[in-house]
């Protein structure tokens, strides 16, 4: 993993969370600079204990909002509302909570198998792009370089990425292959969850790129639409692009496909850049 030790050994273990309720669970955050939760890590956890309460059923969507950093040195107590629970469907709340301040609300929507007699498939084309193994190595994000908080984003260092190629004016599309940096259990919402985690943390550098470099933002929201199993054993392609600016929030979006084309899932997510203080 481009000289980085892979994070992954401890990403799976922070997936295990402990159940302190009957709809409530506890689980370990990772190390990052000034001790901020990580989005896509926590929204990752969020999912995980949501699929606990609707046991034998997979996420379909699931849609967040990030209101506080947090503090990783610290638990995170996720509680769980249900919503909804048919035939088909179950909905799910998700409040994650450090002491009295809320860092986080999640709706997830989980689906039995069933198949339609006569289903009507259809989706994007897969991008015609160079294979993974043709392409140099990179650092797993930005953020893990040797002169930007080299070694400290744990949360980050636990998959490999080849860059196909990236755009730098609007809306800045790119093109990533991935995959986790090590064998991962095959549980399918521990998957929908890893790729849960993975399409938040790249999505922001369209948005950072388009709007002419890194600054202060934080993750407002973040939406992720499941539409296959992603293969975890082998390399997935993300496409990444910034389709809208407005003032101070970005817009960012993104499609994922299994290495033979099968679409996997559709991202959406916004960044606030705030104004600089005075």
Known sequence: MSGVSSSLGDVLASMQLDRVGAASFEGKQLPAPANHILGGHISAQALLAASLTAPGRTPHSVHTYFLRPGDSRHVVTFEVTDLQEGRTFSARRVTARQGDEILLEAMSSFKTDTTSPEPVTYQPPCPDVAPPESLPEVAPHFAE??????????????????????????????????????????????????????????????????????????????????????????????????????????????????????????????????????
């Open 145 to 278: 370089s040797d002169t930007v908080t080299k070694g400290q984003w744990a949360s980050l260092r636990w998959f490999e990425r080849r860059i196909v190629d990236a755009e730098t004016a609007p809306p800045a599309r790119s093109r990533i292959w991935w995959r986790p940096g090590g064998p991962v259990p095959a549980d399918p919402v521990l998957t929908a969850s890893l790729v849960a985690y993975l399409s938040a943390v790249t999505l922001t550098e369209p948005a950072y790129a388009a709007r002419g470099g890194v600054s202060v933002s934080a993750q407002r929201d973040h939406s992720v639409w499941f539409h296959a199993a992603a293969d975890l054993s082998d390399w997935l392609l993300y496409e990444q692009s910034s389709p809208s600016s407005a003032d101070t929030l970005a817009l960012a979006s993104g499609t994922m496909f299994n290495r033979t084309g099968e679409l996997v899932c559709t991202v959406r997510q916004e960044m606030y850049f705030p104004p600089p203080r005075r």
